[in-house]
Antibody, heavy 120, light 111 residues
Framework: EVQLVQSGTEVKKPGESLKISCKGS????????IGWVRQMPGKGLEWMGI????????RYSPSFQGQVTFSADKSISSVYLQWTSLKASDTAMYYC?????????????WGQGTLVTVSS | QSVLTQPPSVSGAPGQRVTISCTGS?????????VYWYQQLPGTAPKFLIY???NRPSGVPDRFSASKSGTSASLAITGLQPEDEADYYC???????????FGGGTKLTVL
């Protein structure tokens, strides 16, 4: 079964750092891009960017460039989304999703989501 | 606001047909890029539903269909069922932003 499994719920304080993960299985992990999508409470989906696990090539949405960092470890079929200093406005559900190639394309397999809550 | 515009809500009775529109611009849908649709049931991750005219992943019923014309696209759902009650999102590629863009989402209520 093709699936993406994300790390669990996080509760953090403003200013703290965080790294969440997304692990793929059931397919050739290095042949697909992985995208990150944010969903703030009660809001819609926002594309954050994509990463190619084979060489860690990344493309960020202008809205998220400089705010987050994507990384990958292909040896364990995982990609990561990282913050160095969280803000309350980072509170959201974060999804990873499989993407066929850079540029145009769908997100056909989604992780279950990681809920990040940032509160003092 | 979102690059792709969707109505906030639509509704229909069981068995009826509803459509959800997705309006973009010449830098995304109007540039010829495909439009993809997702269904998000309450409390769950989005699910890839359909793209193009009738390209559906395995398991998606043919009650769901999609179309595109000019700078807009539509998702149609026929024979509405209570389990179709969900949020629906369109997605495309924007050549100006050089990345994917989503619509703001449409909440479908089955009356």
């Amino acid at each position: 079964e093709v699936q993406l499994v994300q790390s669990g719920t996080e509760v953090k304080k403003p200013g703290e750092s965080l790294k969440i993960s997304c692990k793929g299985s059931g397919y050739s992990f290095t042949n697909y891009w992985i995208g990150w999508v944010r969903q703030m409470p009660g809001k819609g989906l926002e594309w954050m960017g994509i990463i190619y696990p084979d060489d860690s090539d990344t493309r960020y949405s202008p809205s998220f460039q400089g705010q987050v960092t994507f990384s990958a470890d292909k040896s364990i079929s995982s990609v990561y989304l990282q913050w160095t200093s969280l803000k309350a406005s980072d509170t959201a559900m974060y999804y990873c999703a499989r993407h066929p190639h850079v540029g145009e394309g769908w997100f056909d397999v989604w992780g279950q989501g990681t809920l990040v809550t940032v509160s003092s | 606001q979102s690059v792709l515009t969707q109505p906030p809500s639509v509704s229909g009775a069981p068995g009826q047909r509803v459509t959800i529109s997705c309006t973009g611009s010449r830098s995304n849908i109007g540039a010829g890029y495909d439009v993809y649709w997702y269904q998000q049931l309450p409390g769950t991750a989005p699910k890839f539903l359909i793209y193009g005219n009738d390209n559906r992943p395995s398991g998606v019923p043919d009650r769901f269909s999609a179309s595109k014309s000019g700078t807009s696209a539509s998702l149609a759902i026929t024979g509405l069922q209570p389990e179709d009650e969900a949020d629906y999102y369109c997605q495309s590629y924007d050549r100006s932003l050089t990345g994917s863009v989503f619509g703001g989402g449409t909440k479908l209520t089955v009356l």
